[in-house]
């Protein structure tokens, strides 16, 4: 070792026995009070400043500052109210601007527990910080407070630092323990040494180490502040509920870690035992996020102000959660932070992020976190259960994520360990879903890229029976308390309305091909939407999808194959004979077919499925004050006795239908004009610019090009962002299938004021809004205005030659190939405004 790199503790005697400090090491005092830290961060900052050494103070405590102004010195305040991963990326960030060779003090790193409330995660600061200020030749002093942490945690640091010293103040005297002392060595380096002044004394007599130690109180391994924070509070339960309250708030902030209204919500409906109960099924520590709060909630919520009649038909849950410490310590027990870290700048936002989506698919878990994952699969058996996301940010006030991250079903058949490998990796598919495309996307264009979005896991027992070899739930499906897509002025949009399916969920959130689910509007459950009428078997659900049992697997199923398996209730209730189909076969003297269709007719009219989903919207609303979205299923068994499971409540995203706007009369040059077939409310939206996508050119293309046409759109909608854009196109917008539209991102359409799908009897395309779709909710969520524009049929008449007449500027505004030139028509909208009202369901672009 060349003399540069030896640098001084501040105390000659110490530095003979330690044989100095190193560049590059990271020291750890393990000490009774800040006070004796303090005494050794003087020496070392005064020895420091004598030799010219660059000092950074990194200041997040509570007691009293360490480091005074001076010369050649800088103090970071960093905030740990942020959270783990916002405060270890400052820090990672200011090491970076300091660069090489700069000398630091941390404040007592015990005070991090009165935010983090985990020593696990004080462990995985210290696991990926000192690592790299040991790269950029650095030392730096960091204190723990002795006894306060977990063996496991001293274990990780010990592991990981290259000095771990143990300060003792005795009777007035000042004694140093070293505990590690990386790549140097003494016969009596390890002893106890007193420090006087200059001098450190080795104390080598048997008599005299076992005197001192034996004045030093032992502790045994401590339990984590996490356990003891909730095993405190059970104490508290004795407590009149006033006094619980002030713990409550603690624990709802520490384990639910909602704000706003949320945070007012629960608050006002969860008891101390409540929170006691959601945190005995938690693996591992830390908040379990955004969507596991909105079932939780929404469950309270119906307890407490539903009634005794709608609780009877409530099914009960058994959820469990994974905390959000649980993927940062995946992360960084993988050795993945530092890429997490580039991957969080602008520079590495997408670039990085193929990587790491990569590398989570394959990481390995802590052995503890196993015991909890095979214990709770133990519990479970062999149910199949549901993996789901449940992001910090996901399913709150203004940010929905819907469909942004995964949910994996783990059919749960095979061996215990065959059935443990598949739910570890549906739990890293979960994770890795953060660094999906969509993912990111969403985070870019809802200003929520600086944001701290902590994963956590929502793991629930699917709801439903076995059906022969099959396990389904026999309806599911979406709900929202007010119906945003009224295409009949007598409809109520404060009744709310279902998006329904027979079966999982799964074909309710998803825009099917060749498929649809139900549309119920609650006011009038059997009234159809207008595509529907006169050909309800086209519009209606042709697939089943459930879990086989066989296979163990998601599958979809003809829903004529599933109707012969035992379902456990009255088939009638789901399917009715194709009314349509018989009537065409007499007029056309054929005998008449045995054909069904999936129409729910029976389940509207002769239970109380309908009134009690809408009995449930309701009572959530009232109590969010503010619209909602649920996903629920419901299950029937032979008695007709019904069960409903609220899965997922958020609220809905939506700004309303605003105030009435009087609409131009008297319009004949108008782009499209008409009645129902729109979403979006009251608005009068002057445009900027119209892109047309031509059906028929359109429908021309080989595959490959249609896929270039979406990327293009993607192109067109990032150049004209911050303008008021409508998007006109054959089909389906954000479709996989591109005969069925144009299969764009949502992120390629973001941009957009108005979007409009044209129907083209011609091409084959037929607009489908697919109600409560993710994709729904991404328009909702963005205030993107919907219209559907039927090609001569219906409400609406669509002149499209009117843009067509226009000159096309695609190439101005981002210029394409030749051949999609042909098919994507932009003009400079020049004067057209949509504009459209509620009441009289009138929609115009004029």
């Known amino acids: 070792m060349t003399a540069h790199n030896h640098v001084s503790t501040g105390s000659a005697g110490f530095d003979q026995v330690i044989d100095g400090l190193r560049l590059g090491d990271n020291v750890v005092w393990q000490v009774d009070s800040v006070d004796g830290y303090r005494q050794m961060v003087d020496a070392f900052v005064a020895r420091s400043r004598t030799d010219g050494r660059r000092l950074v103070y990194v200041r997040f405590g509570d007691h009293a500052s360490l480091v005074d102004d001076g010369p050649n010195t800088v103090t970071y305040h960093v905030d740990p109210t942020q959270g783990f991963e916002s405060f270890a990326m400052e820090v990672h960030e200011l090491a970076e601007r300091e660069g090489l060779h700069a000398f630091y003090v941390f404040d007592c790193l ?44 001293i274990a990780t640091i010990r592991d990981t630092t290259q000095l771990l010293l143990d300060l003792y103040q005795l009777s007035g005297s000042l004694y140093i323990h070293p505990l590690k002392v990386w790549q140097r060595y003494s016969p009596t380096m390890f002893f106890p040494h007193l420090i006087r002044g200059d001098e450190a004394v080795s104390i080598t007599a048997s008599s005299q180490v076992a005197d001192l130690f034996s004045s030093v109180q032992r502790q045994g391994d401590r339990l984590d502040h996490w356990t003891v924070a909730f095993a405190r509070a059970e104490d508290a339960l004795e407590l009149p509920t006033e006094a619980q309250e002030l713990i409550k708030r603690n624990l709802v902030g520490m384990l639910l870690g909602v704000s706003g209204r949320m945070a007012e919500l629960c608050l006002r409906y969860f008891t101390l035992a409540d929170i006691l109960a959601i945190a005995s099924r938690e693996v591992g520590s830390g ?93 479970f058996g062999q149910s199949p259960i549901i993996v789901r996301s449940s992001s910090l ?100 949009a404060d009744a709310g309305m279902l998006r329904l399916v027979f079966g999982l969920g799964t074909r309710a959130v998803d825009r099917t091909v ?160 008409g009645t129902g077939n729109f979403m979006g409310g009251n608005v009068r939206i002057p445009l900027d610019y119209v892109v047309f996508v031509r059906p028929s050119e359109y429908l021309g293309l080989g595959e490959p090009d249609k896929y270039a046409v979406a990327r293009h759109i993607g192109r067109v909608n990032a150049a004209l962002k911050g303008l008021s854009v409508m998007l006109l196109g054959p089909g389906r917008w954000g479709t996989t299938t591109p005969a069925l539209g144009v299969p764009l991102r949502f ?100």
């Open 110 to 153: 015990t005070e991090l527990l009165d935010h983090w409330h985990s020593d696990l995660m004080i462990g995985n600061f210290f696991k990926i910080t000192c690592p790299y200020l040991y790269q950029l030749d650095t030392v730096a002093y960091f204190a723990l407070i002795r006894g306060s942490h977990t063996y496991g945690t």
């Open 287 to 379: 908040r379990i996020g955004g969507k596991s709060v909105g079932m939780l909630l929404a469950r309270k919520i119906l307890e407490r102000e539903a009634g005794a009649d709608l609780l009877s038909h409530l099914e009960p849950h058994d959820s469990f959660f994974i905390g959000t410490d649980v993927f940062y310590t995946y992360v960084v027990q993988n050795g993945w932070w530092h890429l997490r870290a580039r991957q969080r700048t602008s520079e590495g936002y997408y670039e990085q992020a193929a990587d790491l989506r990569e590398k989570m698919l394959t990481g390995a878990f802590p052995v503890n976190v196993r015991e909890q994952f095979i214990e709770m699969l133990e519990y």
């Open 393 to 492: 940010l996901e399913d709150d006030f203004g940010n929905a994520f819907a469909g942004k991250y995964e949910s994996v079903f783990c059919v749960n058949q095979g061996t215990p360990e065959e059935r443990y490998d598949a739910f570890e990796q549906a739990v890293r598919e979960v994770y890795a879903s953060t660094m999906s495309e969509e993912a990111l996307d969403y985070r870019v264009n809802r200003g929520l890229m600086d944001r701290d979005e902590q994963m956590a896991i929502l793991v629930q027992r699917v709801s439903g029976d076995r059906h022969g070899e099959d396990y389904f739930p026999h309806v599911a499906g979406v709900g929202n308390s007010e119906n945003l897509y009224i295409w009949d002025r007598a409809m109520d």
């Open 514 to 673: 060749g498929d649809y689910a139900r549309l119920v509007c609650l006011d009038d459950p059997l009234r159809l939407p207008p595509m529907a009428r006169g050909d309800e078997k086209k519009y209606s659900q042709r697939g089943v999808d459930v879990l086989s049992l066989r296979e163990n697997g998601w599958r979809s199923r003809r829903f004529e194959e599933v109707l012969g398996e035992e379902l456990k209730a009255d088939e009638e209730l789901f399917v009715s004979a194709d009314a349509e189909a018989a009537r065409r076969a007499r007029e056309a003297g054929r005998p008449v077919p045995q054909a069904r269709i999936v129409d729910f007719r029976e389940l509207l009219t002769h239970t109380t499925f309908p009134q009690l989903m809408r009995h449930i919207l309701n009572t959530l609303e009232k109590a969010y004050d503010h619209p909602v979205d649920v996903e629920f299923t419901g299950n029937l068994g032979g008695g007709g006795d019904l069960s409903i499971n609220v899965v997922q409540c958020r609220p809905l995203q939506t700004r309303g239908v605003g105030a009435p706007v009087p609409l131009p009369e008297n319009c004949v040059d108008y782009l499209f004009r």
């Open 747 to 846: 992120a390629e359409l973001a941009n957009m004021a108005v979007i409009g799908e044209v129907a083209s009897r011609e091409a084959g395309f037929s607009p489908e809004l697919s109600y409560g779709s993710h994709f729904f909710q991404d328009l909702v969520e963005s205030g993107i205005f919907y219209v559907a524009l039927p090609d001569g049929e219906g409400g609406i008449r669509f002149h499209p030659k009117r843009l067509l007449d226009r000159p096309n500027v695609l190439q101005e505004v981002a210029p394409a190939p030749a051949h999609l030139a042909d098919v994507i028509h932009v003009v400079a909208a020049g004067g057209l405004e949509v504009w459209s009202d509620i009441a009289t369901q009138m929609v115009l672009c004029v």
